[in-house]
């Protein structure tokens, strides 16, 4: 007596190799794609970023009086007159630059329908520059921002007094400026992690 029952298939849901390759390519082209978008965003809003910063603080300047042991004292005021506040302005400068080259060269390529990187090498130079400037425009915050607190709290010993009540216009263009410039500094954090997740896709 012999057995005619037949083995089952081995699997009847099996995708052609060629469409199992074409899924991919295309999942990876999308993911891709999405990338380069928020890569030219971040170079857009960064850029813009910086120039407003760079507005804001270069048009700080009042002046005004205050009173200091009966005396009246003219003030003025002017962002030129503190170094902190110039390494701010040449930093974000340096980095509007940086965001304009990276911007122009990303759109060009995807205008061309190519990677926004050209080799690794391209990436890991570009992921390299992205936390130099970052480390560099923090640096330029803290120091910007140490001038700022002692212009608003005064100084003890000899006691001097808040230079912001009198010259409040020049403080408030000051911190909008170290806003904009720390708000800088996230944008680039996250550029550099966009860069890492290209390296390691």
Same mark, same amino acid.
């Given at each position: 007596?012999?057995?005619?029952?037949?083995?089952?298939?081995?699997?009847?849901?099996?995708?052609?190799?060629?469409?199992?390759?074409?899924?991919?390519?295309?999942?990876?082209?999308?993911?891709?794609?999405?990338?380069?978008?928020?890569?030219?965003?971040?170079?857009?809003?960064?850029?813009?970023?910086?120039?407003?910063?760079?507005?804001?603080?270069?048009?700080?300047?009042?002046?005004?009086?205050?009173?200091?042991?009966?005396?009246?004292?003219?003030?003025?005021?002017?962002?030129?007159?503190?170094?902190?506040?110039?390494?701010?302005?040449?930093?974000?400068?340096?980095?509007?630059?940086?965001?304009?080259?990276?911007?122009?060269?990303?759109?060009?390529?995807?205008?061309?329908?190519?990677?926004? %990187?050209?080799? $690794?090498?391209?990436?890991? =130079?570009? +992921? #390299?520059?992205?936390?130099? @400037?970052?480390? /560099?425009?923090?640096?330029?915050?803290?120091?910007?921002?140490?001038?700022?607190?002692?212009?608003?709290?005064?100084?003890?010993?000899?006691?001097?007094?808040?230079?912001?009540?009198?010259?409040?216009? %020049?403080?408030? $263009?000051?911190?909008?400026? =170290?806003? +904009? #410039?720390?708000?800088?500094? @996230?944008?680039? /954090?996250?550029?550099?992690?966009?860069?890492?997740?290209?390296?390691?896709?």
């Amino acid at each position: 007596m012999t057995n005619d029952l037949k083995p089952p298939p081995e699997s009847a849901t099996q995708l052609p190799a060629d469409q199992t390759t074409t899924t991919t390519t295309t999942r990876v082209g999308k993911l891709s794609r999405n990338y380069d978008v928020m890569h030219v965003v971040l170079r857009i809003v960064s850029l813009s970023a910086s120039l407003i910063s760079i507005a804001v603080l270069t048009s700080a300047k009042e002046k005004s009086t205050v009173l200091i042991y009966g005396f009246q004292l003219s003030l003025y005021s002017k962002w030129s007159f503190s170094g902190s506040f110039e390494y701010l302005v040449c930093v974000s400068a340096v980095v509007a630059f940086h965001s304009l080259l990276q911007l122009v060269m990303t759109s060009s390529r995807m205008l061309r329908k190519s990677s926004i %990187f050209s080799s $690794r090498n391209h990436a890991w =130079i570009i +992921f #390299a520059s992205d936390q130099v @400037f970052a480390y /560099a425009m923090m640096s330029a915050v803290s120091a910007a921002t140490g001038v700022t607190n002692l212009n608003r709290t005064g100084i003890k010993h000899p006691p001097l007094p808040n230079f912001c009540k009198p010259l409040h216009s %020049f403080c408030d $263009r000051v911190g909008v400026s =170290i806003a +904009f #410039a720390f708000f800088n500094c @996230f944008l680039l /954090a996250v550029s550099t992690v966009l860069d890492v997740v290209w390296l390691t896709n």
